[in-house]
């Protein structure tokens, strides 16, 4: 059974990366972007494709204080995400700042999301959801490390 409702919990993660199409990240000089571990680049696809299509099939349950605290952790990594990218377009869509610390938590853009996800399998009580979750961090997260060890520091 599809639960349109449960649309929501990819698309709060999904619609701000639709800024790099309105305002895409500005070359930096002199960069030039290392070639990703295809290992990375399959297991964050696999995990992507899972947290953007297993919420449909399951319904947000608040059933006790596991789903409020669950729910409590995806609304406070949505708003670092979110911070994250509003850092990104206050300096001027630097890619850099896509990758920086924030708040002592490197790579918050690629940590924030994963922990998003797995605290709304926790809501949605799906081990699957879960699952994908952690093989999307287990891409994501080393990915986005290596990227950022690459760009030039934030001054």
């Known amino acids: 059974m599809v639960h349109v409702s449960s649309l929501l919990i990819p698309a709060a993660v999904l619609l701000p990366n639709l800024l790099f199409i309105v305002w895409p990240p500005k070359p930096l000089p002199g960069w030039k972007e290392t070639k990703q571990n295809r290992m990375y680049q399959i297991t964050e696809n696999l995990g992507r494709v899972g947290v953007m299509v297993l919420p449909l099939f399951s319904a947000i349950r608040m059933e006790g204080g596991l789903e409020s605290i669950a729910l409590g952790i995806m609304l406070l990594s949505l708003g670092i995400y979110s911070s994250g990218w509003i850092r990104y377009l206050r ?64 001054n």
């Open 91 to 154: 300096n001027e869509r630097e890619y850099r700042y896509l990758y920086a610390a924030m708040l002592g938590i490197p790579v918050p853009m690629a940590v924030m999301p994963v922990l998003y996800f797995i605290s709304a399998s926790l809501l949605m009580h799906s081990v699957p959801l879960l699952v994908c979750s952690l093989i999307l961090g287990i891409g994501h997260i080393p990915a986005s490390i290596q990227i950022q060890r690459s760009l030039p520091k934030i």
